[in-house]
């Protein structure tokens, strides 16, 4: 078995720097980050940085090009039933599921169940996005009703009395339209 990178070594708060680090160098300059990282006690070289840094690329693209095609479906198919939302909450129980199979990692020592939850999340996060897209929709909803109700009543006392419209007629028509 292959010794473990220098990289995965990192105390965590050095890993956070180095993964912001990357993305914000766009992924090179190699040689000034294994200085810097010198400079801040970890002895990891530019080559070592560069395998950990290739597949955190990838990563990083398939990532984005994920989110994109998401934002593009979403756009293009609503999805008021939150159906896309079920099923990308079971791919991604398969996908951690044979993620965890391939790994030949001791089952004992992995947290499933923290796995499970942040699928959870999710899940609650879509509901809440639903619950906000509904409350707008709505809102605008009220917000155009309101507007034509007040059109409609600046063209009723516009009206006048002209052709016979009497005040009757026109109390009726009010209250026939909820105009106050």
Sequence with gaps: ????????????????WLDAELIRRGFGDYVQLAEDLKARGADVSKSALQRYGSPFE???DQLKVATEQARAIVDSAPDDEDKLGAAMMRITQEKIFG????????????????LFKNV?????ASVSHKKFSFEARAALKEEARRELLEEQKAKLD?????GGVTA???AKIREALGIT
């Design 1 to 16: 078995m292959p010794r473990r990178s220098k990289v995965h070594e990192l105390p965590p708060e050095l890993k956070e």
């Design 58 to 60: 990838r990563r990083m």
């Design 99 to 114: 993620m965890l199979m391939q790994l030949d990692i001791d089952v004992n020592e992995v947290d499933v169940n923290k």
């Design 120 to 124: 959870a999340e999710i899940g609650k």
């Design 158 to 162: 516009a009206l006048g009395n002209k």
């Design 168 to 170: 009757d007629t026109k």
